[in-house]
């Protein structure tokens, strides 16, 4: 009873410089900036620069390219199941553990939320409300989460209502005065950019996706301020750990305010990485503003919390962090903490590529792409390569990078694997998100799912002549797959979907769009729903077409039932149209017999 409990809150999109206390002329926090007018604020903290990757750096301690997370699609989204947690950690370690709101590590087995370590789970598919993992036809308001594994409706605002789960979360636990780790993870704001109304109102003379982006930043600021309002109420304020950060640079503030930085979201320049870390823990010896300028990363977090908890007994022993306890930070004033190099890199492909949008940091320095280098010290802008004048630095920090991808390329060919067939999961939803390929952009969303990604070529240019009657028809084929795992020989029914279950639509068929919501930007359901000339479905397995089977014009799905042997597969169903072009089955049921 006596361990500090832990509310996390980290945002998505939200860079440095969308705070008022960092600066900004515009965007209104009034509750964050308080609380980081009287929490530790680790001033030189990094992340990667996009979503997944820093949620696994974050929850594992281990660097993003050793977990299988380098991407945020292309089935490198999901953290290898041989990862621990600080779910599964402090699990362990006696504490209740919660997860709300953005995951984007995994949808299915053993990749989700509750298989790696978290009790309560109440969250949306995908990366986002409104992709292709989430429920169908979800927006911002009025949506369907996943509460444990099933599907529950939902009223108002997604960030409301994941503070608000959160919040009943904590209290249960404050009430059983038991331990616990609340993790809160908001997809705002993130686009589609969408607000209630009121938080628009305040940001009405900046241009509509400023002041929805602004909007949902300061919806989630009053949340904030209701979060630790309660932990008051229920007099666990000063023995909580409050966390508040985000998982990259600015999305959408940059052209308002990015504190000087350069780069944004994806960038491997500092405004693409560097965000806020406030931690506030009144009975730690962490309630009043102290400013950390030393480098520290994601990969610090887990082993700092275990430390702080008192909970590195949970630890197994043969689990190596990439980072360390910063608890000498937090408490001291970092005399005796040496400098050391980190990495921050952007791959965003289906697999690492050295030296790709990368970073390699020191407290003075910043080596990009292997070739520029920036003394951060005196060009935080990061405007004068000075690379030529300190080849020394450069030659430093190069061999620090390349032993550190050798260390790691070896474990990029370790595919994260869809499991099936697994005791208690015999019936697993495929999404077009996970699509492996290198060639074919995975339909990520349900708008690109409506509109028939993928299933039409480029109109090529206009041509004259003889050429444009030798000119042949352009023919797609899919060349995407789904890495699956089968865990038991079996029977299986493989049905081949265009529109997800919840549509329960047929194949052919177009869709009209849905309802608009507030905000700058469409949802994803506005988008009409494209006609497919689908006439042949197709089982596709480890390159070979095992079987096939016309496509009527009421049939919703096709059903194939196939032997599948134990062990690693790629399968890849799909529909061949009047043209022979082939698209992807967007959505694809697997049951095991």
């Known amino acids: 009873a006596d361990r500090p409990n832990i509310v996390m809150v980290i945002t998505d999109d939200q860079g440095y410089g969308d705070l008022g206390c ?52 292309n089935g490198r989204s999901m953290l290898r199941e041989n990862e621990i947690t600080l779910g599964q950690l402090l699990a362990d370690a006696g504490y209740q553990t919660g997860m709300f709101g953005k995951w984007h590590l995994g949808d299915n087995y053993p990749y989700r939320p509750e298989d790696r370590g978290f009790h309560e789970v109440y969250r949306h598919g995908g990366g986002g409300v409104g992709q292709t993992p989430d429920v169908w036809d979800n927006s911002y308001f009025d949506g369907g989460y996943f509460h444990n594994g099933q599907i529950v409706k939902a009223e108002g605002f997604c960030t409301d209502v994941f503070f608000d789960q959160g919040n009943a979360f904590i209290t249960k636990c404050a009430e059983e005065k038991k331990p616990f780790f609340a993790y809160i993870s908001t997809n705002a704001p993130h686009s589609p950019l969408h607000a209630p109304e009121k938080y628009l109102e305040p940001y009405k003379d900046q241009n509509a996706g400023v002041a929805a982006f602004f909007g949902m930043v300061t919806n989630i600021d009053d949340n904030v301020g209701k979060t630790r309002d309660l932990l008051k109420d229920l007099g666990i304020y000063e023995n909580t750990i409050f966390i508040f950060t985000t998982d990259n640079g600015t999305a959408g503030g940059r052209s308002v305010y990015n504190a000087g930085m350069r780069g944004f979201k994806g960038s491997e320049y500092d405004g693409g990485h560097r965000v806020p870390m406030i931690i506030h823990w009144p009975g730690g010896g962490m309630g009043e503003r102290k400013d950390v300028d030393r480098l520290t990363h994601a990969v610090d977090i887990v082993p700092t919390l275990l430390d702080l908890c008192g909970a590195t007994d949970a630890k197994p022993e043969d689990l190596v962090f990439d980072g360390k306890s910063i608890r000498p930070l937090l408490e001291g004033d970092g005399t005796d903490w040496a400098d050391r190099y980190m990495v921050t890199d952007s791959q965003r492909v289906v697999d690492p590529i050295k030296w790709r949008k990368t970073a390699v940091m020191s407290e003075q320095w910043r080596l990009i792409n292997g070739k520029e280098l920036y003394d951060i010290d005196k060009d935080p802008g990061q405007t004068t390569d000075v690379a030529a004048e300190h080849p020394d630095q450069v030659a430093k920090m190069t061999e620090f ?6 260390e790691l390329e070896p474990t990029f060919s370790q595919t994260t694997e869809i499991y099936l067939g697994q005791p208690g999961h015999e019936v697993v939803t495929l999404t077009g998100h996970d699509w492996i390929s290198d060639s074919i952009f995975p339909p990520w969303n349900q708008g690109h799912v409506r509109g028939a990604a993928g299933a039409f070529p480029k109109q090529p240019k206009k041509k004259k002549g003889k050429e444009a009657a030798d000119a042949k ?22 049905s081949l979907r265009r529109w997800p279950t919840e549509a329960d639509h047929p194949i052919k068929a177009s869709l009209p769009p849905g309802s608009g919501v507030p905000g700058a930007s469409k949802a994803f359901r506005e988008v009409d729903g494209r006609m497919i000339p689908v006439q042949t479905a197709v089982l596709r397995l480890n390159g070979e077409d095992i079987a096939s089977q016309p496509v009527g014009d009421d049939d919703t799905h096709i059903t194939f039932s196939a032997t599948l042997t134990k062990g690693s597969h790629q399968l890849s169903p799909l529909f061949v149209m009047d043209s022979g072009s082939e698209v992807g089955a967007y959505y694809t049921i697997v049951t095991k017999k």
């Open 22 to 73: 960092t600066g900004n002329p515009v965007v209104k926090t009034p509750h964050i900036d308080q609380l980081a007018s009287e929490s530790v604020w680790l001033d030189d903290y990094h992340v990667a620069p996009t979503c997944s990757p820093t949620r696994c750096a974050l929850l594992t301690g281990h660097w993003t390219n050793r977990t299988g997370v380098w991407h945020t699609i």
């Open 473 to 494: 028809p352009v023919m797609l084929k899919h060349d995407a797959h789904w890495a699956v795992k089968v865990i038991t020989d079996s029977e299986y029914d493989i």
């Open 401 to 406: 990078y390349d032993a550190w991808w050798a």
